[in-house]
């Protein structure tokens, strides 16, 4: 899996859009990005996926740069219950050997009202 | 609420003792894997089963072992329980063997005293 580095925290006002970048130098044209959550003492949450297109669900918009070198989760109206640990993950969908999820520090991201 | 369903939610025992964790996957789910996330530590990646057979280890204590039963329910046991092995411990289901999409349980909170 690609290395990924991210701040190790965040805040951000209630209501305004919540912007976590990601740098993922070193990934390799097959390799998606995953973006996890996980509030505090929860298990992690899905929040969304791209390679190389910019994605939007109901949880989040992943932007992903045109050299996918970095990218960045961006949750449009933060609300207090968004404050969590943020992980962003860049693997190959169907790796072999390892098939866990390689969770990193993450961003601490705070809401703050 | 993920689907996932894990119990007990809180767990305390001796050193020494043996206890049993346990996870029911999201319906249809085939993949079930075990995490362990400890106060100075990450989410550490133990286990994973599919369709009832072991197809990754990650960082598993000889102690620890676990097992996937015909109706996809999985067991976690830790045996000879030290005080380090306090920890959460999280169960994870997929749909198939790419485990990039996990749904998490919400844990089991051990204790040992």
């Known amino acids: 899996d690609a290395k990924t580095t991210q701040p190790p925290s965040m805040d951000c006002a209630e209501g305004r859009a919540a912007n976590l970048p990601c740098n993922h130098s070193t990934i390799s044209g097959n390799e998606y990005v995953y973006w996890y959550r996980q509030i505090h003492s929860q298990g992690p949450q899905y929040i969304i996926h791209?390679?190389?297109n910019n994605e939007t669900n109901e949880m989040a918009s992943l932007i992903i740069t045109e050299d996918r070198k970095s990218s960045t989760l961006i949750l449009p109206h933060a609300t207090l219950r968004d404050t969590a640990v943020y992980y962003c993950?860049?693997?190959?969908?169907?790796?072999?050997?390892?098939?866990?999820?390689?969770f990193g520090s993450g961003t601490r991201l705070q809401v703050q009202p | 609420d993920s689907g996932v369903t894990q119990t007990p939610k809180h767990l305390i025992t001796a050193t020494g003792q043996r206890v049993t964790l346990r996870c029911s996957p999201r319906?249809?789910?085939?993949?079930v894997y075990w995490y362990q996330q400890s106060l100075d530590q990450g989410l550490q990646f133990l286990i994973q089963y599919y369709n009832g057979e072991e197809r990754a280890k990650g960082n598993i204590l000889e102690r620890f072992s676990a097992q996937q039963f015909p109706d996809l329910h999985s067991e976690l046991n830790l045996s000879s329980l030290e005080l380090g092995d306090s920890a959460l411990y999280f169960c994870?289901?997929?749909?198939?063997?790419?485990?990039?999409?996990?749904?998490f349980g919400p844990g089991t909170r051990l204790l040992v005293l």
């Open positions: 319906s249809g789910d085939l993949s």
């Open positions: 993950i860049v693997r190959v969908p169907l790796g072999t050997g390892r098939r866990a999820l390689t």
């Open positions: 994870a289901s997929s749909v198939g063997l790419a485990p990039e999409t996990q749904y």
């Open positions: 791209g390679l190389k």
